[in-house]
């Protein structure tokens, strides 16, 4: 089972930039797709970005593409998700999740099987 731990999380003003990192342990990271979602108080956890365990896919949601790219490396075991443009409703405690032996298909959260802690990301001037 992958462990996860995601930082980078950071007050930014809107318009700026922040760099997510969620860093892997525990298995084999190829065998893992990795996706990345975010929560606010009283809503329900939305699918933001998923990169495929080879990295030659990667998805977004309509609210983040072409402002957030995701990449992974293989030399740290780690996935990044750049975050440009930032707007205030970005705000959010963002998390990344493992599938493992899946694809980037789907944002169904009980597809995912492992999570980490999460984030805050605050957008604000």
């Known amino acids: 089972q992958l462990q996860l731990e995601e930082s980078g999380g950071d007050l930014v003003q809107p318009g700026g930039s922040l760099r997510l990192a969620c860093a892997a342990s525990?298995?084999?990271?190829?065998?893992?797709?990795i996706g990345w979602f975010r929560q606010t108080p009283g809503k329900e956890r939305e699918g933001v970005s998923c990169?495929?365990?080879?990295?030659?896919?990667?998805t977004y949601g309509d609210s983040v593409k072409d402002r957030f790219t995701i990449s992974r490396n293989y030399a740290d075991d780690t996935v990044y998700l750049q975050l440009n443009s930032l707007k205030a409703e970005d705000t959010a405690i963002y998390y990344c999740?493992?599938?493992?032996?899946?694809?980037?298909?789907?944002?169904?959260?009980?597809?995912?099987?492992?999570w980490g802690q999460g984030t805050q990301v605050t957008v604000s001037s």
């Open positions: 999740a493992a599938r493992k032996f899946g694809d980037c298909s789907t944002y169904q959260l009980s597809f995912y099987s492992s």
């Open positions: 525990g298995d084999v990271f190829s065998y893992y797709a």
């Open positions: 990169i495929s365990g080879s990295g030659s896919v990667a």
